[in-house]
């Protein structure tokens, strides 16, 4: 892509100044439209040192409302941000619907700064390809421009920015040897340009030599594109049936139908007493240990309403040195978590390397209440296991060990509970209109399960049933079934 | 404090058995009440290495609902957090209304764990005390607890940390050397102690020999506060008169009333032209030497409807390099903002050290719109003009350059803009409803205006008035009153 580039293309000055006296207001109508029509836009641009990023964005913003985007500056990552999945610090970025996020530099740059091993590579592209696409289902545009000058042209920039005792400091060392290599570095990105050009986030390769030439090759793709994505968003998305699709290179394993649990599984005080004296212990040290090692330990349970979740995780967290986990209970998405990809705000909360991160309720709400409330378009719904599963598997790799428990309990079970609470005064907050609503849909709900079970029980991170009808058995399996995990891990 | 405290304390197993059976369950119903009040809480633990902050943070969150607490353990600053206000990545994490974050160290580790230049730790001391005065005056609960230890006892306790395999780690030499300068270290303490030591966030100083003991004490004291804070707030808060108190300490400088100002001043179309490419041009090169002394630019806009703050603010952020600045609308505050001190968004916008941030409206909100439409009480508002002028001054001091830019226009060329906005299909979105009804107490807002430049224009911060009818006198005014200020500083 980049070496078909014609390097000699100019723009002369009035047909320049022609095109952009059309395109500079038809950018700020659009970026309004964009706005009114909850669009989330990322623009990013790549491109060789000297090719003029940081120029092309300065340009196009002069056009936009302030009001209406961010623009990033990529760096290294910060100590903290290395001890997250490499792309966290970008999902963390992503541009609620209506906003624009301008990178000069992206993820991209993580690939191409330092050298990585051939499979690392791989996988993170693997990786950028299936996070794009996730946010293009989303219905986020995004455009990507690689701005692209020859070795000869390079040369003459850096030298004339090394000249001048304003800008000297931007040039580098690194620079210049990289300039040497101008050739083998061509190789590299047109190789990742061919790899993640996909039609959700295809790549435009930029001749960048005449700077009038980049702007309004920038500009008037910037425009075409938005009007298309504009287009498509007022005719609407089709209505679909149920039918999730989950990529084949997922290993799915079998598992227990929730209707086929013995929830009579159950332990006696004494036991328990003893029994969790006995694995608290052990999961306190087994949690100094994975911090020494660095593994980060994300815990998810979901379960039927009053299964017993904050029970189960007390006992869990009890057992831990609190500067070491986080308990993270997911409700209902605040304002600004609705106008983000759904699993925005579970890049946020993933805990650093060494540290657990327990989900009291997680992102299979998507699944679940979203699915069976009618939250969320069917035709997303259907996305949703697969996307999950990329996600986890994202985790994994990073190499965290992921636990799912599912706390199971009958309906005769939850009823008790219920009135329980109902006529306990001190639990009565624990118990809502809406948990007696849900319980009127509990056959939905285990239909959800069952789907979910079926299309998200991965081999790298298989679902936990725990028979849940005697608390204490649940709390007693669910930390065995810890520690016999991260055992083996270590 | 310290040295008097009794180190022989203890308590025998079985009243300390009999009191947490009673303090467990009361902690937890507290805990839910503060949530139902909306009162946010900060713990805070600090003591000499392994007297037990970890183990009184642990004990203390097993009887907490998961749901309503963040537990932060302080570690030294990130690169990127080095280049904020020493206070800032305290400050973005406080609760929100009803929730409690529980520090394993927190602000005042930023005081000691480093040795500070007399004059430094002096001014520390100062923020720090106006700082919980803020976070007090707003609402929020300050516990603070210190754990102090016999230099026999942690000699003892380093020792056995060292000695166990799996918390070797933990020790480091620091603390061996530390422990050979226990008295030294005390008598550093006692003063910040006793320097911190306020009305609205008071001291607890702990004797930490004995686990049972050091739980009786701090869990019943923080029993004991809570269930002040809450009979507190019930209470409510009284009524007050417009009477607004600033820290004689801040000197103000006298101003030009806005009725005064000559609004008639204006520049024509080709003047403008050339000096405004001429302004851009130097704006941009102070911009690069900002960035390489590493000076953060602070620019707020107010002003009234219409006076052009966008096309202003515009103006500079062409002559700026993109990834230089940010500029930060400020709308309605969101539902997560408004469960939050009023600053606490701001310090959160703040500017990197060699970064401009653009506010386009302000902390200053507080005392004009809030105060005019009554959406914060009389009492708060009085206290608003001396928060932000210790806000400012904390900004100042860390190393910025603050402009206050107040855009003036009359009433008739309000209602020209008004109109033509009306008038204009791409200028519609400009103006509401609410825009007019603002017009309607255009005597109030005056008012507001002039009893802020009254209160707030420091002399560390002053006030620039910009005659704004019109707009190319008011663009040309900024930049110059920009660029000459910041010549200065360089």
Redesign the interface.
């Known amino acids: 892509m980049l070496k078909e580039l014609d390097l000699g293309m100019r723009m002369p000055k009035e047909e320049y100044g022609a095109l952009m006296e059309e395109l500079k207001p038809r950018l700020a109508?659009l970026q309004?439209e964009i706005i009114r029509e909850k669009i989330p836009v990322v623009i990013l641009f790549e491109g060789l040192s000297a090719a003029g990023k940081?120029e092309i964005?300065?340009s196009l913003?002069?056009g936009f409302?302030?009001?209406g985007f961010?623009?990033y500056?990529t760096r290294p990552p910060?100590?903290?941000e290395r001890r997250l999945p490499w792309l966290a610090r970008f999902a963390e970025k992503m541009p609620s619907r209506g906003r624009m996020a301008?990178f000069?530099r992206a993820w991209y740059s993580a690939l191409s700064v330092e050298p990585l091993p051939k499979e690392e590579l791989k996988q993170r592209l693997r990786e950028v390809n299936r996070f794009e696409r996730q946010l293009a289902d989303d219905g986020c545009l995004i455009l990507k421009y690689f701005l692209y000058i020859s070795k000869k042209e390079q040369r003459k920039r850096l030298e004339a920015l090394e000249r001048a005792k304003?800008?000297a400091?931007r040039v580098t060392k690194e620079d210049f040897k990289n300039l040497n290599r101008h050739g083998e570095i061509t190789d590299f990105f047109d190789s990742m340009i061919e790899k993640t050009n996909s039609p959700y986030a295809s790549w435009n390769a930029v001749a960048a030599t005449d700077k009038r030439y980049v702007r309004a090759a920038v500009f008037s793709s910037i425009a075409e594109n938005l009007e298309k994505a504009l287009a498509k968003k007022r005719e609407g998305a089709p209505k679909a049936a149920f039918a999730p699709k989950v990529d084949p290179c997922f290993r799915l394993l079998p598992h227990t139908g929730i209707g086929e649990l013995d929830l009579k599984k159950s332990v006696d005080e004494e036991e328990y007493r003893e029994r969790l004296k006995e694995y608290q212990d052990k999961l306190f040290?087994l949690q100094?240990?994975l911090y020494?090692k660095k593994i980060p330990v994300i815990v998810a349970y979901e379960g039927n309403d009053a299964a017993g979740k904050?029970g189960n995780?007390?006992r869990v967290?009890?057992a831990?040195?609190?500067?070491g986990y986080?308990?993270t209970?997911i409700?209902a998405p605040?304002?600004?978590e609705l106008q983000h990809q759904y699993l925005w705000r579970f890049w946020r909360a993933l805990p650093r390397t060494g540290h657990f991160a327990?989900f009291?309720r997680t992102w299979y709400g998507r699944v679940l209440v979203e699915r069976v409330e009618g939250l969320t378009s069917t035709a997303r719904v259907n996305q949703a296991y697969n996307e999950i599963n990329e996600f986890e598997s994202m985790l994994v790799r990073w190499g965290a060990v992921i636990f799912k428990f599912w706390l199971a309990i009958d309906k005769d079970e939850q009823l008790r509970r219920f009135e329980d609470r109902q006529n306990t005064p001190?639990k009565q907050?624990k118990i809502t209109e809406e948990d007696w609503r849900n319980r009127e849909k509990w056959d939905a709900y285990a239909q959800a399960v069952d789907d979910m079970f079926r299309y998200t029980n991965t081999d790298f991170a298989p679902w936990v049933a725990v028979e849940s009808n005697c608390k204490r058995y649940a709390r007693l399996k669910t930390l065995e079934t810890m520690i016999e995990t991260l055992q083996n891990r270590l």
């Not at 831990?320 to 500067?323: G, I, N, V």
Request: aromatic share 4%; net charge negative.
């Open positions: 109508q309004q940081g964005t300065n913003i002069v409302d302030a009001r961010t623009v500056n910060e100590p903290s301008i000069d304003s800008t400091w040290k100094n240990k020494l904050g995780i007390k967290a009890e831990l040195d609190a500067r986080a308990v209970p409700a605040t304002p600004d327990i009291d001190e907050w």
